[in-house]
């Protein structure tokens, strides 16, 4: 046993650690997992490497499926089951052209949660994750939408506008507060800007069953991430990644939060581009989004994988002026756990 756990197993002996169990009950339960921490789904990072590893610590993973085809899906979920055999979820994109037939590899897999995201659940979907016996979290940017979607989901997120990637306009605390103290009957979960063992549990005492972080575990060791990618994040400040701004209101276009490189000058010009089309009525409104969603595909990949942190989308969250270093999963669960513990004796 390392220091840090010898550490975690001083302070979880104690009235703080009560007090998180506590906290955390409704969410493990929910999860199956020891600790109500959800990993956020981040394409090309959320693969089977760093999903098992945070599962098999304790948290709870969820692959990234993004524009995965059914058989490349099929094959990551075997692939993280072959590496742990605790609870991970699914996360699949409401717009992908095939997520039907997504959902019926995450049932022939067993797969026991599925998250959608990216926009509202198309009719059907919702109903065809619960036939195969999977419980079904969604997306809630506003009240009104997590009130209704509260009747058919099983769980919600509500994630702020300090979180990495695709962001809604609203702060997360702000969020919290306008959602938590109306959607008791399902669990929810609070991301965005989340960093710390003390936001934790925060959000939990005001009513949420557990959290979601992404950005602490993009240096995670068992991250593929690229270590160019990697050293951006350990350098970068939060004051560093910073939103993109849509310049056309006539074609919505989801912000997304980055660190700020060549890429998010290059992605004002696409974006002047494809509205140009769009108005010369050369691309429908939904051909539009589609060209800007590809655009971010290729460019995340250029950064992940690739390593061009140049020309590469830096996707990242407010929280990256937390991560300093190259921890593995484990010893970054168990330094939030700690840290939730230590303020709750307090």
């Known amino acids: 046993m390392n220091d840090i756990q010898n550490q975690v197993q001083v302070v979880m002996d104690g009235v703080g650690a009560d007090k998180f169990a506590q906290l955390s009950k409704r969410g493990c339960e929910f999860l199956g997992s020891k ?69 019926d590899v995450c049932g022939a897999e067993g797969v026991t949660h599925v998250v959608l995201a990216g926009g509202l659940p198309p009719a059907g979907s919702i109903d065809k994750i ?27 997120i509500i994630e702020g506008a300090e979180a990495g990637g695709h962001i809604g306009p609203v702060s997360t605390a702000v969020l919290a507060q306008e959602i938590l103290p109306h959607i008791k009957d399902i669990p929810v979960f609070v991301a965005g ?11 939990m005492s005001m009513g949420a069953a557990g959290v979601q972080l992404g950005t602490r575990f993009v240096c995670a060791t068992e991250s593929i991430a690229h270590p160019a990618f990697k050293k951006a994040f350990m350098r970068a400040p939060s004051r560093d990644a910073l939103a993109t701004v849509q310049l056309d209101p006539q074609l919505p276009v989801i912000p997304v939060r980055a ?3 060549k890429s998010t000058e290059e992605f004002m010009a696409v ?5 140009s089309k769009y108005h010369a009525g050369k691309l429908e409104l939904e051909e539009a989004q589609l060209e800007i969603e590809k655009f971010w595909v290729g460019s995340l990949k250029r950064a992940v994988i690739d390593g061009d942190v140049i020309g590469g989308s830096l ?4 929280s990256v002026g937390m991560v300093k270093k ?8 168990q330094e939030l756990v700690e840290q939730a513990v230590i303020f709750l004796e307090n």
């Not at 800007?193 to 959000?203: F, K, L, P, Q």
């Not at 996707?315 to 407010?318: E, I, T, V």
Request: glycine content about 8%; proline content about 4%; overall charge neutral.
């Open 35 to 103: 600790y109500a921490i959800m990993a956020g789904a981040m394409s090309w990072v959320s693969d089977r490497n760093l999903v098992a590893a945070i599962s098999e610590a304790g948290a709870f993973g969820v692959l990234a499926c993004g524009g995965m085809t059914p058989d490349l899906l099929e094959a990551e979920i075997k692939a993280t089951k072959a590496l742990t055999d605790k609870p991970f979820g699914v996360n699949l994109i409401t717009m992908h052209p095939d997520l039907f037939a997504l959902i």
């Open 130 to 156: 619960k036939e195969h016996g999977a419980k079904v979290m969604c997306f809630a940017p506003a009240l009104a939408l997590a009130k209704k979607l509260s009747r058919t989901a099983d769980a919600l």
């Open 193 to 203: 800007g989340i960093g710390r063992g003390e936001a934790m549990v925060s959000y």
């Open 259 to 261: 660190l700020k490189n």
């Open 271 to 275: 974006q002047r581009d494809v509205a």
């Open 315 to 318: 996707m990242a969250g407010q």
């Open 326 to 333: 190259e921890q593995p999963a484990t010893e970054i669960i």
